[in-house]
Every structure is written in C-alpha cells, then in structure tokens.
C-alpha cells in the first residue's frame, strides 16, 4: 500500500488537527511530506506531538520511519531504465531470460485483477458513454499507443472521439475547445511526461472530466481525476511494461461492450457497413469474391469485358 493510500483509508478516525495534516500532505504529495515534523507542524498550525501520534496511527513507528517509506516512493517513481538496469540483474547465464520475463508478466497481470476496484471500472463506463461532448485521449512517449487503440475501440461505441496523439502546439490548441460535457482519457506511468501532466491540469481547471490510467505510485493527475484504473508496472526487466495496462484497457472496453443498448449495436453495423463498402479488410473482398479467391488486381475487370468486346 502506497503512503497516499494509507492517508486515504476510509477506517481513518482522525482528530481535526490530524485531518489538517493529511490534507496538507495529500494537497502538496509528496513534497509536503520531505521536510521535518515541526515543519509540517507549524504549516498546519498543529504541535509536534500532534503530527507523532499521527504518523504511530497511520502505522509507522514515528515521523522518521513515515519519512523514509516516502523517500523510498518517490525513489521508486522516479526510477529511470539506467538506473534499473544497475538494480535488477537476470540471475545465472543459464536461467532462461525469455521465460523468466514472461513468468514475471503473468504475475503482474495477475496482480493487475486485485489492484483496482471493479466499480472503478463500471463508474469508467459511465463516464465515457454518458459524456454528452467529446472524448479525448492522451498518453506519453509509450503509452500513447495504449491511448491510440482504447480510441479506435471507443469510436466504434460511439461518436466524437478523437486521440490527440503526440503533445504539441496543435494538440494544446484543443484545450480552447474543451469544457465540462467533455472527457479526457490519460495514460501516464512513471516517469510521468511533463506536456501530459500540464495539458490534463490545464483541461481540468476548464472543467473536464477526467479517466486516469496509471501505476501503484501514481501520475500526479490522480489528484485530478474522477476515476483512476491502477497497474502494476515491475518485471523482469530494466523497462517497465504496460500489459497489465493493456490488459485493463481492453478489460474495459468488455465492460463497455456489456452495457451497450440497440443504438450502439446500430452504430457498429453502420461502420462495419462502411467499412465493407470501401473494402477496408481482407473479408470484405472474400464476400464479393469467394473465400479463398485471390485480390482482384486494379483494371482486372476492365480487361476482360475488353477481351469480350475484341472477341464479338
């Protein structure tokens, strides 16, 4: 359990002195959290004693070991491949990388079930599908993939979807047009990309509502959002990875899917039908021509009624 959720337990039975200490440490996380207990104390108009007896409530045996757990999750959010590669080792040349990689994903993907609540994922569903303006989704250097392709399954449930893509000027030129019937979708793992963190802060003070998909530790926009979908991100390997990430997107995309009426059942017919007519797949070209026919060459069908017209 991360120190911000240990400070968002509901069981918490917290004096109003100490609920002005967690506010201050949830406002200002994690920075507020680095100085010195008088620091915090004098910040919050509270006595030393006061932020003790709340760090041995919390769980911790005193201010300095609250303190050090925290500088140990800021260490772990901030951590870089260079560093990883330095802290995590394959083990013995003849263990078998590939697989010990595969067995660690497993284990995360496992782990990804338990890590957020199911109504997180049904109050995600009714953000999205009851946003009465557009959806927008933004992601960083990676996970803007994730991004791209939870859009392309969402345009098929319903309209005014769009990926904004990779940041820039154009894509923070969006901000003018969004407002509070809209919904912006993030996904932002540690490091947690800076042009990502500023464009969500700058759609919320305009009012949007925001879906948030991030790790254990948390992007700074979980303090934004309306709903926030957690992955675990650590395995065998200096890189992160995001197929839990992938895993819980599409599990969403399930969770849409089971709630959905005639009107979007009607929508992806109409896209199927369009998709067909303009022979975007393979089996679009199999039902005008026989499974297992071969792709009729461009002017193929003007040749032969020439060849017709020759013989006649």
Known sequence: MTIREILMRQDLSLTPSEEKIVRLLLAEYPTSGLGTATSLAK?????????????????????????SKLLAEVESRLHSPLLMMESKRFGRSNDNVVLAYLDSVGEVVDKSASITPLQSYDRATRLLMEARGDVVMLGGRFSRYLAGMFAGYLVQFRPNVRDLGVVSAQTLDTLADLGRKD??????????????????????????????????????????????IVSPLEVASPYDTLVPAL?????????????????????????????????????????????????????????????????S
Do not use: C
């Not at 108009?45 to 070991?65: H, I, Q, Y």
């Open 43 to 67: 910040r919050t108009g509270v006595s030393d004693p006061t932020v003790v007896r709340l760090m041995m409530k919390l769980g911790f045996e005193g201010f300095p070991d609250f303190q």
């Open 247 to 311: 895993a819980q997107m599409e599990a969403l995309v399930a969770r849409i899917l089971s709630t959905l009426g005639d009107d979007a059942r009607a929508r992806i017919e109409t896209l199927e039908e369009v998709r067909h007519a303009n022979s975007v797949t393979l089996d679009s070209d199999s039902q005008e021509s026989g499974v297992g026919s071969a792709r009729r060459e461009p002017g193929a069908r003007k040749s032969r009624k020439s060849s017709k017209q020759v013989r």
């Open 183 to 228: 919904v912006l979708v993030v996904f932002d793992y540690r490091r947690y990309q800076l042009d990502v963190v500023a464009y969500a802060r700058q759609a919320a003070a305009r009012g949007v509502r925001i879906l948030l998909f991030t790790d254990q530790w948390l992007s700074p926009i979980a303090d934004l959002a309306e709903v926030t």
